[in-house]
């Protein structure tokens, strides 16, 4: 999640116009991505036609990628002591799916706390 983070960031400081709204709609499209994915169902990348939105997915799209490149996520799949539900994580889409839904989570609490680039400052501050 950390490396999702970072992109957003990244692409914050390079479209003002970003707000938590957008982090969570591409967020929301690539938990649904993987979770089809994980599902076996063979479907097209998301898109969107807000260029801000596109960008940062597509940016995130690639930083999933290099990570799967360096293999740095391969461990968690199916390692018993990494468990989701009591079971270990079959495979990696349902790894992202799971991360992306954690990350919706945290853009509407700190939304809420702090208003509609609540989560991007936040993540902002973190980083």
Excluded at 38 to 55: K, V, Y
Excluded at 66 to 76: L, P
Excluded at 82 to 94: D, H, R, S, V, Y
């Amino acid at each position: 999640m950390h490396s999702v983070e970072k992109t957003v960031s990244v692409l914050g400081e390079e479209f003002p116009k970003l707000h938590d709204k957008d982090v969570e709609f591409v967020y929301q499209a690539l938990k649904d991505y993987f979770k089809k994915s994980a599902q076996g169902t063979d479907c097209e990348e998301p898109l969107s036609t807000i260029e801000r939105r596109q960008a940062l997915m597509d940016e995130i799209l690639n930083s999933i990628d290099t990570r799967e490149d360096m293999e740095a996520d391969f461990h968690v799949v199916q390692n018993p002591n990494i468990l989701l539900n009591g079971t270990p994580i079959a495979n990696l889409p349902i790894l992202y799916a799971t991360c992306f839904n954690r990350l919706v989570e945290s853009v509407r609490f700190w939304r809420k706390e702090r208003g509609n680039r609540g989560y991007l400052s936040f993540i902002k501050e973190v980083m």
